[in-house]
């Protein structure tokens, strides 16, 4: 799916106007956004992590001055700037504290600096978080108060929102739905994503996915993605593991089924905490999704999951789906958190 949704004409915006960022390890997408969430202009730019925080940040402010000249806008019309990035951070004071996939940015104060260097105030939320409030605004959760989106990706990253409201945490550390327990075993998997022992991100990220392939295939099991452990050019992925199981390879199926499992038992867990009504799942690994026989049989096998650990009224009335913003729910939810914290009187947005 694209990066962005299809770009309106200024003509046809209703203001005022958010822009919404989103920082991601090699990427960050920036995207100009109007009150009713059409996007205007969208540009990424390279993170360029080893340059520093401070870089990136100039380079934003620079993307933004280049746009909005560019569209005869002033600074006026667009009142807040929306940050998505990855934790962890500190939320109230605006800082990075020590994101795993930033190293050169750990303990500083990126709100401000993106602030000073827009003269507009900036509202900061966490990356995930912003992904789901992009998907409760214009997403699979438009027709719900509450859900909660699981991002599969290289870990598991988490957004809840309750009756409109995100969950942030006095530390920040809110709606990390990636470091729940799953497993209690002393044997349990090791996240390689700097997560713990038995989380949820152990067994259910692109990283398990490739470490149980991984092992599995030095035990000697029989697939045709027996070639790949040399690495190089042939690196194993999830997606090989997901292309493998288009073919009907049965180890990569089996393994889909294993995270299908162990999703689902995070779910559980989850559902049973906030009964949120709503559980989605986004991020790039979702096995091709709905449009794909094996993404459809990996969210199956979760529901399937889900129904045998819950009540049958709970199950009834949870809804399991597949995020439909793709790649644009970040900076789509950044701006529309700012658009939030704008208004004085947030108005309704499902």
């Known amino acids: 799916m694209s990066e962005h949704l299809p770009l309106i004409d200024i003509k046809d915006a ?3 106007l958010f822009w919404g960022v989103d920082i991601g390890g090699t990427n960050i997408k920036m995207g100009l956004v109007d009150d009713t969430g059409e996007t205007l202009a969208f540009e990424r730019i390279a993170t360029e992590e080893s340059q520093g925080p401070q870089s990136a940040v100039d380079r934003m402010a620079q993307t933004i001055r280049k746009i909005e000249q560019k569209l005869q806008l002033s600074p006026a019309q667009i009142p807040r700037v929306g940050l998505g990035s990855p934790g962890s951070m500190d939320l109230p004071k605006g800082m990075l504290v020590e994101p795993p996939n930033l190293p050169s940015w750990w303990q500083f104060p990126i709100r401000d600096a993106l602030r000073t260097a827009v ?5 900061f939320i966490n990356d995930a978080n912003a992904a789901a409030y992009g998907e409760y605004w214009l997403g699979t959760g438009q027709q719900n108060d509450s859900m909660i989106l699981l991002t599969l990706g290289t ?6 929102i309750v009756n409109g409201e995100l969950v942030n945490g006095v530390n920040s550390f809110g709606s990390e739905c990636g ?3 799953v497993n209690t075993a002393a044997d349990a998997q090791l996240c390689v994503w700097g997560g713990g022992r038995g989380q949820l ?20 099991a029989e697939s045709q993605l027996s070639g790949l452990l ?8 999830a997606k090989k593991v997901y292309q493998a199981a288009e073919a009907g390879d049965a180890l990569a199926l089996e393994i889909i089924d294993e995270t299908a499992r162990w999703l689902g038992i995070g779910i559980t867990t989850l559902v049973h905490t906030l009964d949120p009504g709503l559980v989605v799942l986004g991020g790039a690994m979702n096995f091709g999704g709905s ?4 993404g459809r049989r990996f969210l199956e096998a979760v529901r399937e999951e889900f129904r045998s650990r819950t009540f049958d009224n709970v199950y009834a009335g949870t809804r399991l789906d ?3 913003l793709g790649g644009a729910a970040g900076y789509l939810g950044a701006a529309g958190y700012a658009r939030r914290q704008y208004h004085p009187h947030p108005i309704p947005t499902n």
């Open 155 to 160: 870990g598991v990253g988490g957004g809840i």
């Open 119 to 123: 003269d507009r105030p900036v509202s």
């Open 179 to 181: 470091h729940i327990l």
């Open 291 to 294: 449009a794909s026989a094996v």
């Open 322 to 324: 597949f995020a439909s």
């Open 201 to 220: 991100e152990a067994y259910a990220s692109a990283s398990a996915v490739v470490q149980r392939t991984r092992q599995r295939l030095t035990e000697g």
């Open 230 to 237: 040399g690495g190089g050019n042939s690196e194993l992925t």
């Open 14 to 16: 209703q203001e005022p």
